[in-house]
């Protein structure tokens, strides 16, 4: 997973498995990313994790 707001985070945004754009991002990332989390100011780094764990225990329920 890789989290990030502006044009210097696109190529990591891309990259990733899951690329995560903060809900303060520019729109050109929001549109690139799988999931667009909540802004720096309201924890949106940490929901994103939250989120990717529920993912991961899913995945590894279907196991």
């Known amino acids: 997973m890789a989290i ?3 044009f210097n985070d696109e ?3 891309r990259d990733a ?3 995560v ?3 303060n991002a520019v729109q ?3 549109e690139l990313a799988w999931f667009e989390t909540e ?3 309201h924890d949106g780094v940490a929901k ?3 989120r990717a764990i529920e993912l991961n225990d899913q995945e590894v329920a279907t196991k």
């Open 48 to 50: 994103a994790i939250y």
């Open 17 to 19: 498995k899951y690329g």
């Open 39 to 41: 802004s720096n100011v």
């Open 4 to 6: 990030g707001d502006n």
């Open 21 to 23: 754009a903060m809900g």
């Open 11 to 13: 190529s990591m945004i």
């Open 28 to 30: 050109p990332i929001k």
